[in-house]
């Protein structure tokens, strides 16, 4: 059975850090990209990263470059760990797998390129 769960979410004062996990199971693949996305209220849903299943292939939204870092280990959990959190960053944030590529191939791929989504996990940033 395929399921992706994220957690993690919660309230934090602007300046700080949250981790968020996201546990990926069932898939008959082993590699596949994963991305993160995030949903503000009355917003589109954007890319925020897209995490290879290779070391080195992943790659970031220019609105979190520097302050997030994406990686993920051998069981293919997936992690976001943001850092100077900031209220825009507030929003519903998603994983989903992509099981067409291993590879993000240098881009924060786009919500039509995923095929399986988890429920998401709520971020608020707000003194």
């Known amino acids: 059975q395929l399921q992706i769960v994220e957690s993690g979410g919660g309230v934090v004062q602007p300046g700080g850090s949250l981790r968020l996990s996201c546990a990926t199971s069932?898939?008959?693949?082993?590699?596949?990209?994963i991305g993160w996305f995030r949903q503000a209220p009355g917003k589109e849903r954007e890319g925020v990263s897209c995490?290879?299943?290779?070391?080195?292939?992943i790659y970031y939204a220019d609105s979190v470059k520097g302050r997030f870092t994406a990686s993920r280990d051998v069981n293919n959990t997936a992690y976001l760990q943001m850092g100077d959190l900031k209220p825009e960053d507030t929003a519903t944030y998603y994983c989903?797998?992509?099981?067409?590529?291993?590879?993000?191939?240098?881009?924060?791929?786009?919500?039509?390129?995923?095929?399986?989504w988890g429920q998401g996990t709520q971020v608020t940033v707000s003194s």
């Open positions: 995490v290879s299943a290779t070391v080195d292939g």
């Open positions: 069932g898939f008959t693949r082993n590699y596949y990209a």
């Open positions: 989903a797998a992509n099981i067409d590529t291993a590879d993000c191939s240098g881009y924060v791929h786009g919500i039509r390129e995923y095929d399986f």
